[in-house]
C-alpha cells in the first residue's frame, strides 16, 4: 500500500502535532483525515486531544489566597502614586522590570508633597511605625463599610449597649434610613488636621440638624495610631452601638426622653454639643460619636464625613499632644475623607481647641 | 472577588457596547490621585491574575511576587494605559510577562541538577509519570496533570488553553515562534491527555508515539 494511493489509508501515523490540529478543525492535509477515519488509534487520539482541550477551556478560577492578596495590598499601599508621564508602551514593557523589583517597601517619594491629599500612612516609614490595623488598607474599606451600616441600619438602631433598654430607641430607625442614605453620597477615608480655625465656624445647615449621628459607648482606651482604626470599626458596625441621635436640640430631647442611660448623656452634654457643631462647621457632617478612653482620660472619638464642598485645608491649631505620632502634613480636601477627632468628656466649645486631644484626617487610602 | 464575564483575556466586550467600564473608571481616578481606586482594581481581578501566575509557575511563592511585581508595575505605568485593551487585559498581559520572566530566570540559574533539555530547550520531567501510569496510578486530576507538564509544555498550554490567548500573542510573550507554540501545546495536550487517562499508554503502545513524534521532529517552525 503506498501512501500516495487514493482511499487507502496513510500507513504512517501522522505526525503528532499534526493530529493535534486535525483535533482543533484546522486545516491539514487530506491524507491526514483519510488517515485518521482508518485509524482506530488516532481517532482515539483526536478524542483525548479534544477532551483535553475543553478540560483546559473549562478550569475555574483559583482563588488568590488571602494572605497573598493582604501582602499585594500592602505593597500597593506603600507602593508611591503613579508617574504623571505616560509610560512609553503603555503595556508590558519589561525595561523597567529592574525598578520593579524594588520592593513595595521602598518609595521615592519626593520630600514634600505640598498639598496633593495623601493617605495618612503613606509617609515613610510609617507602615512598619503602625499596627497593621491601622494601615490605610484597612482604611480603604471605610466607605464600603459605611454603605453596609446604612444598607443595615434599620437592623442596627435597636439599643444594642449592654442589651439593657434594648427597646429604647427602636423609634429612631426610619429616620436613621433615611438620613443614611443621604450619607452614602459622601464617604469614610482619613489624613490629619487640626481643628476647623475659629473663623470658618458659621454652623452650615447641613452640619449637624437632620443627620442622625451613630453612637457608641465602647469605652476602648485609644492611643494615636488606634484612633482611625477605631473609627473604622465604628463605622463599619463592629463595635456595638448605643443608638443614633440626630445631635440637634430636639433629638437630644428624645434621647432623654427615651430613658436612656447615663452614658449616652455623658456624650451629648450641651457643651460637646456645641464642640460637635464646631468641628463639623466648614468640614462636614458628624457620622458617629464613640465614647472612649484617651490618654488614661474620658474622652469622646468625633467621626465626621469631609464633605467636598469644603474649601481650604484644615489648619491644623494647637492642642495637638499626639502630633508627632499623627501624620502632620497638612492636606487639601479631597473626596471621601473623614476626620476624626477626640475631646476631652467636659469639653466646651469655647475651648474647643484645648479640649481636642487628638485629630486626625484621612484619605480612604 | 471574581467577575462573571468570560475568562478568555480578549474578551473585551464585558456588557453593553455603551457601558462605560469601570475599570477604566478606575483606573482614571487612580492616575487622578485617588489612594483607593487601584486597590479597588485589584480586587476585582486577583482570582484571574492569580490564577494564570500560579498555573504557569505552579509555586505560590514565585505566584504572589509575579503578582506583586506586576500589580506594583501597572499601579507606577497606569497613566500609560491607552485603552487598545481592557484593564483586565492589560493587566493580564503584565502579569503573564512577569511570569515569563520568572520562568526564564528559574531557568537561568537551576537551583538543583539542571534537567536534561529537549531540542527546543524543554526539559525532560525528572521522572516519566507515564511510568507512573503504567504501573495502574490512578488518573490525574487536570490541574496536577498540568503540575506535571516541563515549563515550557506549560506555559504554551496555559496560555493558549487555558487562558484563551492567540497563538501569536504567546509567540510574542514567550519570544518563540508561533510554530514552536503550536508545537508546544500540542506536545503538553498530548501529555496531558496521558496523564487524565484519555489514552492509556500501557495498553496503546501505538498512541504515545504518535503524539510524541513532534518531539523528536523538531519544534515545526
New interface residues.
Partial sequence: MGPDMHGTPVPR?????L???YADGERTPSSVDRHVRACV??Q??V???R???V???R?A?????ED??R???A???A??????????????G?R??RT??RG?GRSRRPPTYGA????LT?APARPRLLPRSAR??RL?LL?VCLLAVVAGAGLLVAWQHNGAGSHAYESASGSVAASGKDRASGSA?DAVAGPPSVAALAPSPQTLSGSMVQVADSRAALVPAAVAPHAKDLLAGLIPLAGYTSLDARGTSEAQAAGVAASWEAVVTPGLLGCYEKLAAGVGVVLAIDRVSYGGRDAVLVVLDIQDASDGPATPAGGQSAASAAPSAAVSP???RVKLAVLDLDCNAEHLSNDTRYTETA??? | MHESTPEGPDSTVAGPVNQPDPDVELLRRHVDGDPAAFADLFRAHADYLWSVAYRLLHDAEDAADVVQEAMLSAHRRAAGFRGESTVRTWLHRITVNAALDRLRRRAARPATVPMPTGPDGVEHEPADPRDAHAEGELRLDIEDALARLPAALRAAVVLVDVEGMPVAQVAQALGVPVGTVKSRAARGRARLAEHLGYLRPGNQQAIPSVLERGEVSGDGS
Fill in positions: 501515523h501522522p505526525d503528532g502535532e493530529l493535534d490540529a488509534d488516532c482515539r487520539a478524542l483525548a486531544l477532551n483535553v482541550r478540560e483546559l477551556s478550569l478560577a483559583v482563588a488568590m489566597p497573598v492578596a501582602r499585594i495590598q505593597a500597593l499601599t507602593a508611591p502614586p503613579p508617574s504623571p508621564q505616560p509610560d512609553r508602551s503603555g503595556s508590558a519589561r523597567d522590570r520593579e523589583r513595595p496633593a491629599a495623601r493617605p503613606a490605610p488598607e480603604a466607605a477615608g479631597s473626596r471621601d484619605t480612604k487610602a
